[in-house]
């Protein structure tokens, strides 16, 4: 059986802008803290006696691009328990026009989203468990697919393999980065607005187009590089760099504490 792949979430998670697809709605698909409050969703069920089924459709139809929707829970929730008013063509129309309106350009980071949304529709989720569970361990019970009922909203997972936050070390130092430049910062007293912890974080999305600890390893050094250019640019590190002392360890340095 043809499975939906990476390179086609890629695509769909651009073209969405990381909101939901119904009108109106305005949720992200993947949010700031890497929490996933979207879900891929099939616009004819993949399975027969789904919402809006179609045998006519090949396996490789049935998961390609054409074929899937991002939709917020909720919305994913009612297109689908209302299939006779959300047909086929108005689902496609609403891809369609979302699509138009929202999308973007594809970026590298956005290969890290789609494995995001692929780990999470095939995620295995266990409520209410006082025991061990077992996942791909010798003896324990395999399966394809698992689909277990949760009462929460949303899922939080970790940075996946690849990325910076997967990393526990280049995490650690980027974090270092980040509390050294507040520090600096912060303690500027000619400030006329009061201080934001978490701008930097967020101008570092907005530069790379995700939330630093989403990125791919591979950007790693450039993230680093723009977060001490930052530290380098507060007054109290150009008062210090006058006295000749320096305003933070460089990443070898840090590694070696």
Not at 31 to 57: F, M, N, Q
Not at 148 to 153: A, D, F, G, K, N
Not at 211 to 226: G, M, N, T
Request: proline share 4%; aromatic share 8%; net charge positive.
């Amino acid at each position: 059986m043809a499975e939906i792949t990476d390179k086609t979430i890629k695509r769909l998670f651009a073209l969405s802008g990381n909101i939901c697809a119904f009108p109106g709605c305005g949720l992200p698909i993947v949010d700031k803290a890497g929490t996933v409050t979207g879900e891929i969703c099939h616009i004819t069920a993949r399975r027969p006696g789904g919402p809006r089924y179609d045998h006519s459709l090949s396996d490789r139809d049935r998961n390609g691009f054409s074929n899937l929707i991002l939709l917020c829970a909720h919305h994913h929730k009612v297109v689908d328990s209302e299939h006779q008013i959300y047909t086929t063509d108005t689902i496609q129309g609403m891809k369609s026009i979302h699509e138009k309106v929202a999308g973007r350009p594809e970026r590298a980071s956005d290969m890290v989203f789609a494995n995001i949304l692929l780990n999470d529709m095939n995620r295995i989720a266990v409520a209410q468990n006082t025991g061990n569970v077992a996942i791909n361990s010798p003896g324990a019970i395999q399966a394809h697919e698992v689909h277990i009922r949760t009462s929460r909203q949303s899922v939080k997972i970790n940075a996946p393999p690849g990325t910076i936050g997967f990393d526990q070390e280049a995490s650690r130092y980027v974090q270092y980065l980040i509390e050294r430049y507040n520090k600096f910062a912060s303690a500027n007293r000619t400030r006329a607005s009061k201080f934001n912890y978490g701008a930097i974080s967020k101008n570092v999305e907005n530069n790379f187009g995700a939330p630093w600890r989403l990125l791919s390893i591979e950007e790693f050094e450039p993230v680093c590089q723009y977060l001490q250019k930052r530290i380098e640019r507060t007054i109290i590190a150009k008062t210090n760099a006058a006295r000749g002392e320096r305003a933070y360890s460089s990443y070898s340095e840090f590694s070696t504490r």
